[in-house]
Every structure is written in structure tokens, then in C-alpha cells.
């Protein structure tokens, strides 16, 4: 299906998903330093951005994106390519090495490894997120992003370092969380959520230290259903990409062949 994207770069393909309520821009911090070696195609899943919703009947689940994920990448005529993904898009990125569709597959945070209590944490912050976002007066939300204590009030649970994310993302991003039509059957599908079969591709796992999302020790069960260390992305939160650019371009570069 046809998917909102932003292409830069030239080299091997490097697919990036963001996760549940987020867009493409998510990216932006990292992704001038990946297009120095790699085609980056960063995407707005179904639903989420400004890319069309799920055909009526298909339903929002991390399988049917990934499904919409790898016909995009068909209709791009990019074949087997790298892809990372954050939270939901980490779930994917996995989900497509399970399925041997990609080269290789970063994870930075992914969804699925949660326990029954961390689900409805989890659920419950994002519900909260997007009703906050949804309330909140665009001038009301320009304001509180400009200032440093409200920035760090609004995205304090998905960063580690609000005052390096610029105060138009965090703007952009809570417009995105807040009109997005996929948002609340995604969320509900969490609940069926189990770890993806094993992987068929090589994978790499990161961890945000301070993810206050999907804490940490969720990182230990990804381990276990990966047999190999995860990475831990020390000084970064849930969405680790503003936090350390440099850091998580490192890491994707890595997990792609270097």
C-alpha cells in the first residue's frame, strides 16, 4: 500500500518505522547521519502520520502493519532491505526478520516483551498521552513546548532529555498522537501481543537506560528471546533519537553491516 515517506541518502536501504502515535519526524534527529552511508526511508505507518488508514476490515495489529510495511517496500522495488524500528516499530523490525524479509533489523525498545502489569502501565500512559495531547489548545501546546518545565512535563515520560528536543517536534509529535486513527485499535491489540517467532535475520536490540515507556528490565526478556546481550543506550529515554543522535545512528549503522 501506498505510505506516506521521506527518502535521503544513497547506499544500502534502511527502512525506519516509528512506534504507536508517532510519525516519520520522529527520525529527523538521526536521519542526515545515516543518509551519509544509506538510503533512509523513513515511513508513517497506516493510520499514523499522514498515511492513509487500514483497508476497512483489516485489522490494526503490529502483524497487518508489518504486513503494509513489507508491501511498501514491493511497491518501492526495495528488496530485502535493513530496517529499525522504535517501540511498535521495533516490534515490526523484528517481526520482518522473523519473517525473512529484511537484511537485518534494529530494535530499539520494542514493544511485546512486557509483563501483564507493564501492559496496563503501558496502556494507560499512552491513553493519558494522547488525551493530554488531544486537550491541550494548539497555542497552549506551543507555549508549554517553548518553555523548558513544560517541555519536560509533556514529553518527560518518553525522553530522557527534553531540552534537546526541539520545541516544533514535540508539537508536531503530540499533533500526530492526538489525530491519529489507528491509535486506539493498535493499542488494543497490545493485549494479544506475544514476542515474534525467531528471527531468520541478524537482529540487534537497544534499550533507552531511562526509558520510563517500556522500563529497562523488559530488556532482559528480550535477551532471553533473542539469546544475545541487548544494547544499552545510556542517557536515553523511550525515544532515544533526540536524546543521542549520534549514539543511536552508531548503533543503527552498526546493526545494518557497519
Same mark, same amino acid.
Not at 530485502?80 to 530494535?107: C, D, K, Q
Given at each position: 500500500?501506498?505510505?506516506?515517506?521521506?527518502?535521503?541518502?544513497?547506499?544500502?536501504?534502511?527502512?525506519?518505522?516509528?512506534?504507536?502515535?508517532?510519525?516519520?519526524?520522529?527520525?529527523?534527529?538521526?536521519?542526515?547521519?545515516?543518509?551519509?552511508?544509506?538510503?533512509?526511508?523513513?515511513?508513517? =505507518?497506516? !493510520?499514523?502520520?499522514?498515511?492513509?488508514?487500514?483497508?476497512? @476490515?483489516?485489522?490494526? &495489529? /503490529?502483524? *497487518? +502493519?508489518?504486513? #503494509?510495511?513489507?508491501?511498501?517496500?514491493?511497491?518501492?522495488?526495495?528488496?530485502?532491505?535493513?530496517?529499525?524500528?522504535?517501540? =511498535?516499530? !521495533?516490534?515490526?523490525?523484528?517481526?520482518?526478520?522473523?519473517? @525473512?524479509?529484511?537484511? &537485518? /533489523?534494529? *530494535? +530499539?525498545?520494542? #514493544?511485546?516483551?512486557?509483563?501483564?502489569?507493564?501492559?496496563?502501565?503501558?496502556?494507560?500512559?499512552?491513553?493519558?498521552?494522547?488525551?493530554?495531547?488531544?486537550?491541550?489548545?494548539?497555542?497552549?501546546?506551543?507555549?508549554?513546548?517553548?518553555?523548558?518545565?513544560?517541555?519536560?512535563?509533556?514529553?518527560?515520560?518518553?525522553?530522557?532529555?527534553?531540552?534537546?528536543?526541539?520545541?516544533?517536534?514535540?508539537?508536531?509529535?503530540?499533533?500526530?498522537?492526538?489525530?491519529?486513527?489507528?491509535?486506539?485499535?493498535?493499542?488494543?491489540?497490545?493485549?494479544?501481543?506475544?514476542?515474534?517467532?525467531?528471527?531468520?535475520?541478524?537482529?540487534?536490540?537497544?534499550?533507552?537506560?531511562?526509558?520510563?515507556?517500556?522500563?529497562?528490565?523488559?530488556?532482559?526478556?528480550?535477551?532471553?528471546?533473542?539469546?544475545?546481550?541487548?544494547?544499552?543506550?545510556?542517557?536515553?529515554?523511550?525515544?532515544?533519537?533526540?536524546?543521542?543522535?549520534?549514539?543511536?545512528?552508531?548503533?543503527?549503522?552498526?546493526?545494518?553491516?557497519?
Amino acid at each position: 500500500m501506498e505510505l506516506a515517506f521521506e527518502r535521503r541518502g544513497a547506499g544500502p536501504p534502511l527502512i525506519l518505522v516509528h512506534g504507536i502515535g508517532h510519525h516519520w519526524q520522529g527520525w529527523l534527529p538521526v536521519m542526515d547521519r545515516l543518509a551519509a552511508s544509506r538510503t533512509v526511508i523513513a515511513l508513517d =505507518l497506516p !493510520g499514523f502520520g499522514v498515511s492513509p488508514p487500514l483497508p476497512a @476490515g483489516t485489522p490494526y &495489529t /503490529a502483524e *497487518a +502493519l508489518a504486513d #503494509a510495511v513489507e508491501a511498501f517496500c514491493e511497491l518501492l522495488g526495495v528488496r530485502e532491505p535493513h530496517v529499525a524500528g522504535n517501540s =511498535l516499530g !521495533g516490534y515490526i523490525a523484528l517481526e520482518l526478520a522473523s519473517r @525473512g524479509v529484511v537484511r &537485518t /533489523a534494529t *530494535a +530499539l525498545s520494542p #514493544a511485546g516483551f512486557w509483563s501483564p502489569s507493564e501492559l496496563v502501565y503501558t496502556r494507560t500512559v499512552l491513553r493519558a498521552l494522547r488525551a493530554s495531547a488531544a486537550a491541550l489548545p494548539p497555542e497552549q501546546a506551543a507555549r508549554a513546548a517553548a518553555n523548558p518545565a513544560g517541555r519536560a512535563l509533556t514529553a518527560g515520560l518518553l525522553v530522557a532529555r527534553p531540552s534537546r528536543l526541539a520545541p516544533e517536534a514535540l508539537v508536531a509529535a503530540s499533533q500526530a498522537m492526538a489525530a491519529a486513527p489507528g491509535f486506539e485499535e493498535t493499542l488494543e491489540s497490545f493485549a494479544g501481543m506475544m514476542p515474534p517467532a525467531p528471527p531468520k535475520a541478524p537482529i540487534t536490540i537497544a534499550w533507552g537506560e531511562h526509558d520510563r515507556l517500556l522500563p529497562r528490565r523488559q530488556a532482559v526478556r528480550a535477551a532471553r528471546w533473542s539469546g544475545q546481550r541487548v544494547k544499552l543506550l545510556l542517557g536515553c529515554g523511550h525515544l532515544p533519537m533526540s536524546d543521542d543522535p549520534e549514539l543511536v545512528a552508531r548503533v543503527l549503522l552498526e546493526g545494518s553491516g557497519g
